[in-house]
């Protein structure tokens, strides 16, 4: 029986150990294969993009180095045709710096085996030294230049030509290639050997591991071809393999022992299960109780609004006095805006848990929106007594690409949350470039901070407060209300941005909130501070007793060119105006707070005028917009003008540029007005939305959309006509015309879209105004739904519920922007000189300056390259190739802007911009670009004729 056994563990043991080196080579084989396909990557990764900087190759490559060590380098080559040389253009790891931009040498080994590679256009395997190569030292593992490294090369080309664009490149430590696969504790198993033969018949010696055993029948060879290189592996087992192998008390003990190791495994396993087991349950109990607490708040968030609602509707219906029901409708707007955020945030949420929110990412002022939102919270900060301060760093970033109404989501949440808990004291949102992490050039990192003095958090809130159906105060009792999904929707849009969230804060003390997001810069756009001639060294000073005020706005005013001090006391500005007249360095201009502790606004106002000689300085108020007083009673005070708070940075330089223009022309004793955004601001804006002329069509099945809009319309002096659905649309079309038409998407009968397209075809066949929009009204505010609606034929796009300044805003400005005629046109008129519309005088005028007197010789190759251009796209897109007509579009586009043809380079934009939305899998096809070229063959046509007459 002894003998049996013993019989039987012998053949189990070559058994394994045939199994062991048989598993180990393919191993080797399939790295190797990994190795190759990583080479793969890089060449797909550089026809796809036009060019690779060093992050996108860093980020691209970094899993490849995160799971696999045995990698020295890996990188790409690149080839410049026109001097047949090749340089090293990436490599990483980023400690391999130093060599990139170098040439490679001719007649070295290096330069051969690129040679070699593009000679048999695919992936070529070689064996050498990197002292071979003279690219030493580079090793991301511990080894020596000396030792044996497998070199990779994959050549890339493109075109019909098959032009060489690079060659991919790895380079890989053979002993931590081998190591990889083989594992530490299988070297106490077997011993191997691997030589190489090269396409001479040289054998070479590539590695070794331990001593090969002439141990029949357990020695096992393998062989791999690559490329010219055979691969030589043989594996012997090692002499404490044999020993456990020819031992049958060993084996017996091994035997025991795996038993005992299961049984303890499995016991283990068994009690992991089980604490994994109670915190699932634990998390799951966590999970309902959250869910419970959040359908209960619910509950009563959405009932509070929803009684002020019915309630108020129904005094309403009994109310007499206009005053009293004035204020009944701000409860029901007021109650209507809460129940819409709460629904705008469920359905945020339920979006982002489907993965269904996308971002559309387009050209943003970014300083022009922080503006925007401060000026919006401003009103709940007033109704508060809590001071609002927006501070844009000087120098920062003004111009991105994002997605504008997911920014205002972001900082909106943020703002509101600061107020909603700051009882006293000040809000302040501020934008500062975070100069401490590395960017592109074309890319930069913005930190936007929000902080309060309000009634901040506990640390175990702080934990929390980012998580799903969460809020600090999650009781019955809760004073500040909410969903307890803002700041959860908040932390996923600025991840899915690509950013950080972070808060900090102090019970009774307030909190910190900071975001920080890598942008896209936008560099079309550029804005310069304004610097006025007027203000140059005016002297000017600066009281607030808000440290953060007086910082931002000295900042703006030493921009603009003036000298700035600032007071954060009434005293203190006494003392330093009266001061300065005793050095005859007066202050020309004063900017004073309102709101100020022991001598107010006012109060330090008429303090100034008391003292004979500072009567002749110009007082600037800073109040709140929305202040009661009227202008008279401004005047009578001692200002000269008053500027709306939170301070406006676009706009605050101009306006005090005007201000200080009319004091100095004798305007002393009356107010001077400027459009800052303050009191009767939106007054007069709604006088000057009157369409008294216009003919305005809507097309909505909706009764109280309807009655809605009719009103709004109204308010305009618009006529209008009102429809249920998109065929009576047509018809009402074809009875008349109209300047607008407003059409609700999803309608009976026939619903937006169609009617849009039936509009189009419309005038085509020149039965309707050509000139005449389609604004679209959709429920709907996925991405995408935009795009729908300019496919249709529409010109615009609102989504429901529309909002009464939204619809003028839209109404006002394409009506205006187009000819209001009664009667259908014959004909498109023509403008009256078409060289100014196609060509652009200024960029004309600097090609010529740079050009001189080759600038004629300079259009006739441009247009030629145009023509050239056009006719590459319409190759492209006949073989339903859109992608190859991406780059002639760009080119075209960049040309024709150089050279002043701005009218064909926004068509050749649309044409790029277009293609590169199909190809990504955004809608449309090659007929698609093909009627936008016909746009564009008509305009290269009109603006070859606008340069002969030129040059005529």
């Known amino acids: 029986m002894s003998w049996m056994a013993l019989n039987a563990q012998q053949k189990r043991a070559e058994e394994s150990f045939r199994s062991f080196a048989s598993q180990s080579f393919t191993g080797v084989l399939r790295n190797l294969y990994w190795h190759e396909d990583v080479l793969e990557n890089i060449k797909n990764l550089y026809l796809a993009s036009e060019a690779v900087d060093d992050q996108e190759f860093s980020i691209f490559t970094q899993s490849s ?32 710096s130093r060599f990139k931009g170098r040439r490679i040498i001719p007649d070295t080994a290096l330069y051969d085996m690129v040679h070699t590679a593009i000679d048999k256009r695919e992936i070529t395997h070689f064996l050498g030294t990197l002292e071979d190569v003279l690219f030493k030292d580079i090793h991301r593992i511990s080894g020596g230049d000396q030792q044996y490294h497998l070199f990779l090369f994959k050549p890339v080309f493109v075109g019909e030509n098959n032009e060489l664009l690079g060659i991919a490149f790895s380079i890989l430590d053979f002993e931590y290639f081998v190591r990889e696969v083989v594992g530490s504790e299988d070297f106490q198993t077997y011993a191997i050997d691997v030589t190489a033969q090269n396409s001479t018949g040289t054998s070479i010696n590539v590695y070794q591991f331990g001593d090969l055993l002439d141990a029949a029948p357990y020695r096992y060879s393998f062989t791999a071809r690559l490329s010219d290189l055979n691969l030589f592996v043989e594996y012997s087992p090692t002499k404490t393999f044999l020993a456990e192998g020819h031992t049958y008390i060993a084996f017996i003990i091994f035997l025991a022992f795996l038993a005992l190791t299961a049984a303890v495994l499995y016991m283990w396993q068994m009690k992991m299960m089980a604490s994994k087991l109670v915190n699932v349950t634990q998390k799951a109990e966590e999970a309902n109780r959250l869910k419970s607490d959040f359908l209960a708040t619910m509950s009563h968030e959405i009932r509070t609004p929803m009684n002020g609602i019915l309630g108020m509707a129904e005094l309403i219906m009994d109310a007499k006095p206009s005053q009293q029901i004035s204020g009944y409708s701000q409860i029901i707007i007021n109650s209507g805006e809460t129940l819409q955020q709460i629904v705008d945030d469920i359905l945020d949420f339920s979006k982002i848990e489907a993965g269904r929110l996308e971002l ?150 307030g909190s910190e909130f900071i975001v920080t997001i890598p942008f896209t810069r936008n560099r079309e756009e550029a804005h310069s501070a304004a610097k006025p001639a007027v203000l140059q060294n005016i002297r000017v ?136 955004g303050g009191i009767r601001r939106e007054y007069k804006e709604s006088e000057s939305l009157k369409l008294p002329d216009a003919n305005i069509l809507v097309a909505e099945d909706n009764l109280v959309n309807q009655v809605f809009i009719k009103e709004i319309l109204e308010e305009m002096d618009a006529s209008y006509t009102v429809v249920s659905n998109g065929k009576e649309a047509i018809n009402a079309l074809r009875r008349r015309s109209y300047d607008l038409v407003i059409m609700d998407c999803l309608m009976p009968v026939m619903d937006g879209f169609e009617a849009s397209r039936q509009i189009v075809e419309l005038k085509e066949q020149a039965k309707i105004r050509s000139d005449m929009p389609v604004v679209a009204l959709t429920a709907n505010a996925m991405k995408g739904d935009r795009e729908k609606c300019l496919e249709a034929g529409m010109q615009d796009y609102l989504a429901k519920p529309v909002r009464k300044r939204e619809l003028q805003d839209v109404v006002y400005r ?37 050009l001189k007197d080759k600038y004629f010789e300079t259009v006739d190759v441009y247009i030629d390259n145009c023509h050239e251009r056009v006719a590459e796209i319409n190759a492209a897109l006949e073989k339903g190739d859109v992608e190859a007509a991406i780059r002639p579009a760009h080119s075209l586009k960049s040309t024709s802007n150089q050279m002043g043809a701005l009218r064909l380079g926004d068509l050749a934009k649309l044409v790029e911009y277009k293609a590169k939305s199909i190809v990504a899998g955004e809608g449309g096809d090659a007929a698609t670009i093909q009627k936008l070229m016909v746009a564009v063959e008509g305009m290269l046509n009109e603006t070859e004729r606008a340069f002969e007459r030129r040059a005529a």
């Open 814 to 850: 394409l009506v205006v922007g187009k000819p209001l005629v009664s009667e259908m046109p014959s004909h498109i008129p023509q403008p009256a000189n078409l060289e100014d519309e196609v060509l652009d005088d200024k960029a004309v005028e600097d090609a010529r300056n740079v």
């Open 65 to 96: 180095f995160s799971n696999h060590g045995s990698f020295d380098a890996l990188g790409w080559i690149s080839f410049n045709d026109k001097k047949d040389e090749f340089y090293w253009r990436q490599i990483e790891p980023n400690t391999h």
């Open 541 to 676: 000073l600066v009281v607030d007793d808000l440290p953060i005020v007086c910082q931002l706005v000295s900042e703006q005013l030493r921009v603009a060119g003036m000298e700035c001090s600032v007071a954060e006391s009434g005293a203190e500005a006494l003392m330093k105006m009266q001061r300065a007249y005793k050095d005859k360095k007066p202050y020309d201009i004063v900017i004073l707070d309102y709101l100020m502790p022991v001598m107010n606004g006012e109060m330090l106002a008429r303090a100034i005028n008391d003292v004979p000689y500072l009567r002749d300085t110009c007082l600037i108020l800073m109040t709140a917009a929305g202040n009661s007083f009227s202008d008279d009673i401004f005047a009578e005070k001692g200002f000269s003008a008053y500027i709306a708070k939170p301070v406006a940075q676009q706009k605050f330089v101009e306006s005090l540029a005007v201000i200080w223009e009319k004091y100095q022309l004798g305007y002393r004793d009356v107010l001077i007005r400027v459009d800052t």
């Open 360 to 509: 559309d990412p387009m050209p943003v002022d970014l300083l022009d929106l922080v503006d925007e939102l401060a000026s919006l919270y401003s009103v709940k900060a007033r109704d508060k007594a809590v001071e609002l301060v927006a501070h844009y760093a000087p120098g920062t970033e003004q111009f991105i690409y994002a997605d504008p109404s997911r920014m205002r989501q972001i900082i909106g949440n943020l703002l509101s949350n600061a107020i909603k808990f700051t009882d006293k004291g000040h809000v302040i949102i501020s934008i500062d470039e975070d100069r401490m992490k590395a960017m592109p050039e074309d890319k930069v990192s913005l930190k936007i901070k929000v902080a309060d003095t309000g009634i901040g958090m506990s640390e175990g809130a702080q934990k929390c407060i980012f998580e799903k159906f969460s809020q600090a105060d999650n009781s019955t009792t809760r004073k500040y209300g909410g969903t307890g999904l803002g700041l959860s929707i908040t932390k996923s849009l600025v991840h899915m941005m690509g950013g950080e969230i972070s808060v900090s804060s102090v019970e009774g003390h």
